[in-house]
């Protein structure tokens, strides 16, 4: 291998471990705000949960509170991928609204922590995150804002005094989307706060009633309710919120990219998955493989040499999330 080869080579790999050790940060961040809150979230308790040093740490953030940024970035990116395609679904504006408040309720009863960190301790960052906060709240005000276009948002509405067609004003979603996350807010400050979701009915019947009446609430509100994850030992059972905790196996730049070939090519062979990630010496791929597999990370589903038959490796659950955070390139 040539000097400039090498030389990219070397500073592929170490890109790409900053950007774990980043992942890792953000995740840790996350973790430590809904466990201590804003004001205890020191920079050592973050570097102690994600194992990485106070030199990472500032080598890739400014400040606690571009750390901060960057977590809630990180969060939004997942709750815009479950939620976002919810609301653009095809139906009308509540059976939309219905769906992605649904959505958006099961993953902050999946992940607390990301919960909190969105809805509470957010109100508590500095200016960047606030002005964050603010452009979420407005787009929400604006799928909310939707109910004052539909043609028959009228119908059924008794009781108001307005006439046919006059739809209530602008500010109507303002306080719809406020009333919404206040109520999030509160059951997530109480200690031992019951799951959220039970609560889309009452919150889909606040949100309409405006728009369409008190007919079309009174029916939100006997909606049949959505089902709900069972609790264990009185909490909700939830996602690996970080997978790299405790992992008892270091994870390189070769071992992502290992990962990211099971991950694209399930059921692969040993050799498979070593020329697909450039790992040449077969010795290598197969000790390897066995510390993952040791390490809870992967799984051999095939028989196995001893039976005559190739290994066939598939990613763990825990396996899987650590591939999605650090996603390396597999060409």
Known sequence: MGTKTKT????????????????????AYTEVLAEHGWQDASVDRICKRAGVSRRTFYDLFLDREGCFLAAFELGLERIAAHVVPAYMSKGEWQKRVRVALTTLLELFD???????????????????????????????????????????????????????????????????VGGVLSVIHTRLRESGADPLL????????????????????????????????????????????????????????????????????????????????????????????????????ASNTGEGHPKGEPNAWTLTQRGRAIQHTIDPPVA
């Open 110 to 176: 999946q992940e607390p922590p990301l919960a909190r960190m969105c809805v509470v301790e957010t109100l508590k960052g500095g200016p960047a995150v606030l002005e964050r906060r603010w452009t979420v709240v407005q787009a929400l005000v604006t799928a909310i804002d939707e109910g004052r276009t539909r043609e028959d948002k009228a119908k059924g509405h008794t009781g108001s005094g307005e006439s046919k067609g006059s739809g209530p004003p602008p500010l109507t979603a303002e306080g719809a």
């Open 8 to 27: 990219q080579s070397a500073t592929r790999e170490g890109g790409h471990v900053l950007e774990m050790q980043r992942r890792r940060l953000l995740l």
């Open 198 to 297: 039970p609560l889309v009915n009452p919150l889909m019947s606040m949100i309409v009633h405006p728009y369409l009446g008190s007919a079309a609430a009174a029916r939100e509100l006997a909606h049949p309710a959505p089902a709900f994850a069972p609790k264990q030992n009185g909490r909700v059972s939830a996602h690996v919120q970080d997978p790299f905790k405790d992992l008892p196996i270091r994870i390189t730049f070769r071992t992502a990219r290992v990962l990211a070939v099971m991950g694209a090519q399930p059921g692969s062979s040993n050799r498979e998955i070593g020329d697909a990630a450039g790992v040449t010496d077969q010795g290598q791929i197969s000790k390897l493989l066995r510390r993952l597999e040791r390490s809870g990370l």
